[in-house]
């Protein structure tokens, strides 16, 4: 080509850009037609004022794009404040990965039907939150999620036993919601990964299913809510538990009789009305937290180990249990 033509056209091209700014917006259009409709459907909140037709969606406040195909991947609004309710728009966004609305009082209503079409979801957290009503079971549809964040909110009713149909699970977090009901026997058989379970402060009932013995968690949270009976078959010699925490529940068993892996670091086991006497495996474990308060148990206090590292609040409120750090057995 010509020299003098080929500059010819590059100039063409480079005012042409300047004077029609579409022609170099990486933004898809279909998508910014869609988060403009998002925005209005909050009313056009301060956090979102970067959102501007004449701008690249791409360059917006709270979104990001894919860098090869420039399709909106990411809506995260977890500064400033948005109201209203989740707007069923957010399912128009086909290649969104992660969908995060954190610390947003002033979201309310239930979680979108519309949030099911996003089949490409691998992130999901809408925390901190007045949203309402139950836990979909259409969640279990969103294949890709690897994570499921739903925590301190005012969802009601009980959890679904189809969120063992995730099989990219690696954490569920269900707690500080007003969740009833038992835990579904069906979270023994989450399929592929295993998730970290984090179901504390909610109205939680029933035994624990004896169908979590079969899973190997990592992340155990049942604490403060009203589970009742045996919790051993969450530990075993060949669990990789790391963190478990039963606190402040109704659980009644004997801890004599229980065997701990260890790979565990942290229990908490505090008012609850275990019996039994406190286990010499314990001292074989790398304990960074420990607390059996407010129980039944009796007995002396095994030496080594950890266990006279914390103090007595550690032991303090059972039934007779003595040695250190509490005072010596008579």
């Known amino acids: 080509m010509d020299l003098k033509l080929s500059t010819l056209l590059c100039l063409t091209l480079l005012f042409s850009t300047i004077l029609n700014p579409a022609l170099s917006e990486l933004c898809n259009p279909k998508d910014k037609k ?15 004022t970067s959102w501007k037709p004449e701008t690249d969606c791409c360059d917006w406040y709270c979104v990001t794009c894919d860098s090869t195909t420039n ?18 728009q957010v399912g128009d966004l086909p290649y969104l990965e992660t969908l995060e609305f954190h610390k947003q009082p002033n979201l309310t209503g239930p979680i979108q039907p519309s949030i099911v079409k996003l089949k490409s979801l691998k992130f999901l957290r809408l925390s901190w939150t007045n949203i309402s009503g139950s836990v979909p079971d259409f969640l279990s549809q969103l294949k890709n999620l690897t994570f499921l964040d739903l925590s301190f909110s005012n969802l009601t009713g009980s959890i679904p036993s189809s969120l063992s149909q995730l099989p990219n699970l690696d954490a569920l977090h269900l707690d500080r919601n007003k969740l009833t009901g038992h835990i579904p026997k069906s979270f023994g058989e989450f399929h592929g990964s295993v998730p970290d379970l984090y179901l504390s402060h909610n109205q939680l009932s029933g035994t624990i299913p004896t169908s979590l013995a079969k899973l190997n968690f990592s992340t155990i949270d049942f604490s403060r809510n009203k589970l009742e009976g045996d919790a051993s078959m969450i530990f075993g010699l060949n669990k990789t538990a790391q963190i478990v925490d039963l606190s402040r529940n109704l659980l009644e068993f004997n801890l004599s009789k229980v065997e701990f892996s260890k790979s565990l670091t942290s229990l908490d086991l505090n008012h609850n009305k275990i019996t039994g006497s406190i286990p010499v495996g314990l001292t074989q474990l790398d304990l960074q937290f420990l607390n059996v308060s407010y129980n039944r148990l009796c007995g002396q206090i095994p030496v080594g180990g950890k266990l006279q590292s914390f103090d007595s609040s550690t032991y303090i409120h059972n039934r007779c249990l003595c040695g250190a750090p509490l005072p010596s057995c008579t």
Request: aromatic share 10%.
């Open 34 to 48: 869609v988060l403009l409709q998002i925005k209005k459907a909050f009313n056009d909140p301060y956090v979102l």
């Open 71 to 88: 399709r909106i991947n990411s809506l995260t609004i977890f500064a400033g404040q948005v109201s209203g309710q989740i707007p069923t």
